[in-house]
């Protein structure tokens, strides 16, 4: 079955099926991905092997059409070298240079697929081959993407958002309370509030994050500093009062029902509502970067401890906050200490 990916037709030996693409075993023994010799003769299913392999690492999950693509893009370089007459091992670094140039990916793209070839390369290095990563060359080539710092709401806006919710009234106001102690103070994303269950949280305000995405699984925990305990413990005895129906810890409805993603939106952007002029965005993910502030600037916490808390695959990830934090101060808020 061909394959376009990219705009480029795959087909011949190196044309996975759908199937193949998009669902590899999650048994990374199955084909011998660390066997030079299978590499060699079956790399396309040795590929799909190892890719496997990296789902499991750390409880990560690939969407679907990740996994596509990135099998699509190694069928692709292999249908390349094929077309030299030549195998994965044998490939050069002019190989690549001449590969990329001919591809005309956008920046972004560029360095996905230059960043997926050069880790094949690197584990091949792992189990023994002796080659050049041909991947070497045009990593020397990628620069550092202007890419926006995460936007947070500062002292000032923050004060504001809490006097807004200190002053919603009835249960509403308890149990968005308690969703602003767990976006704000936790740094949960949308999904993992969504999901949260009553009893999630430890005696020690601990939450242990199951991936229900993406994402790998963590434990963050609600900070000591500010509101976000006593609203918590707060939502919890009305809850009980309440006699709120299910486990969801924040539902939408006094039956219990959850939130939807679009509803929760909506509601964040109810407390946003008196900042909306001056912010760079709305929503629950300008709340956790907000929370990502506080924890780096607290003096409780490492930036390794944040990483975790924040569920970030890469301590990078977490240093964008902290260059943001450095901007912050670079353009006059003093009263930051990084």
Request: with cysteine; aromatic share 8%.
């Amino acid at each position: 079955m061909p394959l376009w990916t990219i705009g480029v037709l795959v087909t011949g030996r190196y044309a996975m099926s759908r199937a193949e693409v998009a669902h590899p075993t999650p048994n990374s023994d199955f084909w011998p991905a660390q066997s030079l010799d299978a590499w060699r003769s079956e790399p396309e299913k040795s590929f799909l092997a190892w890719l496997a392999q990296q789902r499991v690492v750390g409880v990560r999950q690939f969407r679907d059409s990740s996994r596509e693509t990135y099998a699509a893009m190694f069928s692709w370089w292999l249908s390349v070298l094929a077309a030299k007459g030549l195998g994965l091992l044998e490939a050069a670094p002019h190989d690549a240079t001449e590969f990329f140039s001919a591809s005309e990916f956008e920046p972004v793209s560029r360095r996905r697929y230059l960043q997926l070839l050069d880790k094949v390369y690197r584990h091949l290095l792992c189990v023994g081959w002796t080659g050049k990563n041909p991947m070497t060359v045009e990593l020397l080539k990628e620069r550092e993407l202007e890419i926006a710092l995460p936007p947070g709401l500062d002292d000032a806006s923050l004060t504001l958002v809490i006097g807004v919710l200190t002053n919603i009234p009835g249960w509403k106001g308890a149990r968005d309370r308690c969703a602003a102690a767990l976006l704000l103070g936790a740094g949960l994303r949308a999904n993992e509030l969504i999901h949260l269950r009553v009893g999630d949280v430890t005696e020690h305000y601990e939450i242990p994050i199951k991936p229900h995405s993406i994402h790998r699984e963590h434990t963050t925990l609600i900070l000591p500093d500010g509101p976000w305990r006593g609203w918590y413990q707060a939502w919890l005895a009305q809850r009980r009062e309440l006699s709120i129906p299910g486990e969801v810890l924040c539902p939408g409805t006094p039956k219990g029902a959850p939130y939807s993603p679009s509803g929760l939106f909506r509601r964040v952007s109810a407390w946003l509502n008196p900042l909306n002029e001056g912010l760079p965005q709305t929503g629950p993910n300008l709340l956790r970067n907000t929370f990502a502030r506080q924890a780096l600037t607290c003096k409780r916490y490492t930036p390794l401890q944040v990483q975790e808390f924040l569920g970030h695959e890469e301590l990078r990830a977490t240093a964008r906050h902290m260059e943001a934090l450095k901007s912050t101060v670079e353009t006059g808020d003093e009263n930051l200490d990084i």
